[in-house]
C-alpha cells in the first residue's frame, strides 16, 4: 500500500509569490491534515480536511489555504509568501471516521523562501 | 487548552545502554497521547499511543511508556538503544477541545537522541 506522497519535495521562491503544495494520502483514507515545521516554532497545525470539508483550522493568517478532492487528494496554497515562510509543509492522512490520533505522514515539502 | 513539554531537547546515549525520554502534559480533561519520531529528512511515524486503556503502553521497536496522572507524565524508554534510534522524538496530545477537533495534534518541542557506539 503507497504512504502519504507529497509534491513537490524541495522548492524555491521569492517573497510576495504563491505557492501550492499538492499531498496524496494513503488510498481509502479521506482525512488529510497539513503541519507547518520550522525550528523556531516547531510543528504546528494548518486545518484539517475531511470530505471535501475544512473540519478544523490553526492558528495562521488568511494567506494560508487549503482544499480536498473528491479523491482525497489535497491543495494547499500560500499566497504572498513571506520569509518566515520558509518551512517543511507536513501533510498526513487518515481514516478520519473515526478520532484516532494516528496520522500517517509524508516525507514533507521544503519550501525556501528568497 | 491541552499541551505537551518535553524536558529535554537532547538526550546523548551510548549503543546497548537505556533511554528515557521525558515529556510532561498539561490537560483539563483525560488526554490521549503520543509518541511520534521523524528519522532525517523523513516524516514522522507514530511509535505509540495512549488512550485511556492500559497506562504502560508498548510500541513499535522495543519502546513503551508510562502515562502517570499524578505526575502528568508520559515518558518514553527502551532498554537499549540501538544506534538506529538516532532520531527526533516529539511527545504529542490531541486537542479535542472545540469544534470536532478530530486529528488535531500538538506537538512538543521535540528531543533529540544521539545514540554513539
Known amino acids: 500500500k503507497a504512504g502519504v506522497t507529497q509534491t513537490p519535495r524541495y522548492l524555491i521562491k521569492t517573497r510576495g509569490q504563491q505557492v501550492t503544495l499538492s499531498c496524496s494520502p494513503i488510498?481509502?483514507?479521506?482525512?488529510v491534515s497539513w503541519y507547518q515545521q520550522t525550528p523556531g516554532q516547531g510543528l504546528q497545525f494548518l486545518f484539517e480536511?475531511?470530505?471535501?470539508?475544512?473540519?478544523n483550522k490553526g492558528n495562521f493568517p488568511g494567506r494560508f489555504s487549503g482544499r480536498q478532492f473528491s479523491n482525497s487528494r489535497s491543495e494547499m496554497n500560500v499566497s504572498t509568501l513571506e520569509l518566515g515562510d520558509s518551512a517543511l509543509y507536513l501533510c498526513?492522512?487518515?481514516?478520519?471516521?473515526?478520532?484516532?490520533?494516528?496520522?500517517?505522514f509524508g516525507e514533507g515539502s521544503r519550501l525556501t523562501v528568497l | 487548552a491541552q499541551s505537551v513539554t518535553q524536558l529535554d531537547s537532547h538526550v546523548s546515549v551510548s549503543e546497548g545502554t537505556p533511554v528515557l525520554l521525558r515529556c510532561n502534559y498539561s490537560?483539563?480533561?483525560?488526554?490521549?497521547l503520543f509518541w511520534y519520531v521523524q528519522h532525517p529528512n523523513k516524516g514522522l511515524q507514530l511509535l505509540l499511543k495512549?488512550?485511556?486503556?492500559?497506562?504502560l503502553v508498548k510500541g513499535i521497536n522495543g519502546f513503551e511508556a508510562e502515562f502517570k496522572k499524578s505526575e502528568t507524565s508520559f515518558h518514553l524508554t527502551k532498554p537499549s538503544a540501538h544506534m538506529s534510534d538516532a532520531a527526533e522524538y516529539f511527545c504529542?496530545?490531541?486537542?479535542?477541545?472545540?469544534?470536532?477537533?478530530?486529528?488535531?495534534?500538538?506537538f512538543g518541542a521535540g528531543t533529540r537522541l544521539a545514540v554513539h557506539p
Open positions: 480536511y475531511f470530505s471535501e470539508t475544512q473540519r
Open positions: 504529542v496530545v490531541s486537542d479535542r477541545a472545540g469544534a470536532g477537533g478530530y486529528n488535531k495534534l500538538i
Open positions: 498526513a492522512s487518515s481514516s478520519g471516521t473515526y478520532y484516532t490520533g494516528e496520522l500517517f
Open positions: 488510498s481509502g483514507h479521506r482525512s
Open positions: 495512549y488512550t485511556s486503556a492500559a497506562t
Open positions: 490537560s483539563s480533561y483525560s488526554p490521549s
